[in-house]
């Protein structure tokens, strides 16, 4: 009777059903077949504890800071900044595209926000300035994913509070990671720039760097207060969201572009999102219950001892699972769905759980510009008008470049640890 659980999970998602009623649905009648069912009438207090965590009320607050700043006026002011730092350079359009997505990374932390914005702004000036709009497309939707790595990250909240993680050491843990994928696709825009022949920016053109750092600093402040905050020990991170959506709305009336009706659809954004995922961890809780009642992740262990996979061995194991799961589902849904079950094996063979967090999240982030549901490329072809597949091709040497930053993150786990560890938050 098992075997119908699937197959019932695939007919619903096949009916355009939301997927987190399809997995709790499934987790139910899987309840059933396993001859559970005893075990159904404890179900709402173990869904109850997995959003009762400190760490998830930080995340709704982000959303709306970040909502709040996309709105707020903000994408000229970074646009300008990282034009007057690196636009004279060869390809100077293409650097100021990765620069922004670092910038916007400190302020939303969302991947899809980033890559929708610079679509809009972004491309058509690359366009008109000598690059393809296909490159130009492939680059912002690359770059987008700098976004989810650099605090502050929505995924990397939920993973902490799905593996009781610190939240402030994830934060620290991703800052050189992010920056480490700036500087490889800035490396791979300058190849490409002297290879096609890519402009650097007029002189004409290129904004004054004073007034232009000046006018930056509300939206800038907004990544300096949140980590300042958390890492000194000012703010809990619950705290430092509240304090950045404070921020947000006195940077949206510096920029004058936050209007009544901006502010009214942040909220409105920010209820959806934060219900989407709640809803996904009320789901998938249930199924992650039953894995516990029929010791699944005890069973994964031994098969991986019985197949004679060490630690190095299980991490490429776990990363090519991830991969898989990035082009696919959505992160949210991937990281509940797949970390409770798989993430403690790699912990109890000496994983980190903070460098862990880090490489799966970046795995995951991946997906978003990996067909055949990559989110980013998805939006990018549709502001762009770039065909789908064709946009796909085009970002191939972006996301080798990217899995090669992977790979180092997976071999260097100080990478991601050096900050944590100088301010005591990660192990060795």
Partial sequence: MISLVPLLAAVLLASGLALAYVIGGAAVVAFVATDNTRYLAILPQQIFSKI???????????????????????????????????????????????????????????????????????????????????????????????????????????????????????????????????????????????????????????????PT?????????????????????????????????????????????????????????????????FIIICAVSALGHLGALERIPEAISELVSSLGLGPVGYMLLLNVIFILAGMVLDIPVALALLVPLLAPVALEQGADPVHLGIVLSFNLCIGLISPPMGGCLLVVSTVTGVNYWTLAKAIVPFVLVEIAVLALLIAYPQISLALPQAFGLAGG
């Fill in 52 to 210: 009762d965590v400190f760490a998830l009320m930080a995340m709704p607050l982000f959303i709306l800071a970040g909502e709040l700043m996309n709105r707020g006026g903000i994408t000229s002011a970074l646009i300008n900044l990282s034009m007057a730092l690196v636009g004279r350079l060869k390809g100077g359009l293409g650097h100021v595209n990765v620069l922004t997505s670092v910038f916007f990374a400190g302020i939303s932390g969302s991947a899809v926000a980033d890559s929708a914005a610079l679509s809009n702004t972004l491309v058509p000036e690359m366009t008109r300035r000598g690059y393809s709009l296909t490159y130009a497309s492939a680059i912002t939707a690359a770059s987008s994913i700098i976004g989810p790595i650099v605090p502050p990250s929505i995924i990397l909240i939920f993973y902490g509070a799905l593996m009781q993680t610190s939240v402030t050491a994830l934060f620290l843990a991703g800052i050189v990671p992010g920056l480490l994928l700036a500087a490889a696709l800035i490396a791979l825009n300058a190849v490409y720039a002297w290879r096609e022949g890519h402009p650097s920016v007029a002189k004409a053109d290129m904004p004054p760097l004073l």
């Fill in 213 to 277: 750092l000046v006018r930056s600093l509300p939206a800038l402040s907004l990544p300096v207060i949140i980590l300042g905050g958390i890492v000194f020990g000012w703010m809990t991170p619950t705290e430092a969201a509240s304090v950045a959506v404070v921020v947000a709305l006195g940077a949206g009336r510096f920029y004058e572009g936050l209007t009544p009706a901006a502010i009214l659809a942040s909220l409105q954004r920010t209820a959806m999102l934060s219900g989407s995922i």
